[in-house]
């Protein structure tokens, strides 16, 4: 609901209550549906993301890997949902992985606990190998691949070309594991956890995100 469609809302439940002296049963249901995600924001520009015009294999993505050592990890049983981070530094630019993983092997994990990095000019690069349970989403990287954009999308809205490889990937891996792209297996990361990434400029277009990587299914 926008603010106007807000407003105007308010004001029929105001004009209800004074005239029934009741509060009806839409606008308690509408306050619920607001109350649902206390941190959804609104777009703050109007920005189409790109579409997915069909869908690649995952084979064929043409992931870069990058020899990264890790520790003890364990085997990931099932996969049911990928989770999209963004990395969230203080600077909105890109960054290595091998400087990813020293930094999560520096929180004592076993190295780099998102599954794939995303750069700005949308190349993809393999991070924690997939088949290993990652480390990016708190009490759900059991079931979830973890995806990371590089760059801050608090700050600013990720570059086309990251977000069609985004859509990209995120198709593919609902291939690889035939699960149905939907808000039940695409997520952002504050959607399972206290955290703002993928950021606040970011998020309110998850939605169509989603719609696009369901589009080619
Ligand atoms: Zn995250």
């Given at each position: 609901m926008n603010r106007r469609e807000f407003l105007t809302t308010t004001a029929k439940i105001l004009a209800a209550t004074a005239t029934?002296?009741?509060?009806?049963?839409?606008?308690?249901?509408?306050?619920?549906?607001?109350?649902?995600?206390?941190?959804?924001?609104?777009?703050?520009?109007?920005?189409?993301?790109?579409?997915?015009?069909?869908?690649?294999?995952?084979?064929?993505?043409?992931?870069?890997?990058?020899?990264?050592?890790?520790?003890?990890?364990?085997?990931?049983?099932?996969?049911?949902?990928?989770?999209?981070?963004?990395?969230?530094?203080?600077?909105?630019?890109?960054?290595?992985?091998?400087?990813?993983?020293?930094?999560?092997?520096?929180?004592?994990?076993?190295?780099?606990?998102?599954?794939?990095?995303?750069?700005?000019n949308g190349f993809i690069e393999q991070g924690r190998p997939l088949e290993y349970v990652g480390a990016h989403a708190y009490a759900n990287n059991l079931y979830t691949v973890g995806i990371c954009l590089t760059g801050n999308y608090s700050l600013n809205l990720p570059p086309r070309e990251q977000i069609l490889a985004a859509e990209q990937l995120t198709a593919a891996l609902c291939q690889k594991y035939n699960f149905e792209p939907s808000d039940t297996t695409i997520f952002g990361h504050r959607e399972l956890c206290a955290t703002d990434c993928p950021g606040n400029k970011f998020f309110p277009y998850l939605p169509e995100f989603i719609k696009n990587v369901a589009q080619v299914f």
């Open positions: 029934f002296g009741i509060f009806p049963d839409f606008a308690e249901a509408a306050r619920k549906d607001k109350n649902k995600n206390s941190k959804e924001v609104t777009k703050v520009q109007k920005y189409e993301l790109p579409q997915l015009e069909s869908l690649i294999k995952f084979e064929d993505l043409g992931i870069g890997k990058v020899n990264l050592e890790f520790k003890e990890m364990d085997v990931r049983e099932h996969t049911g949902a990928v989770v999209i981070h963004h990395a969230g530094l203080r600077r909105d630019v890109d960054i290595d992985v091998a400087a990813i993983h020293d930094m999560h092997l520096g929180n004592g994990w076993s190295g780099l606990g998102y599954h794939f990095i995303i750069h700005k």
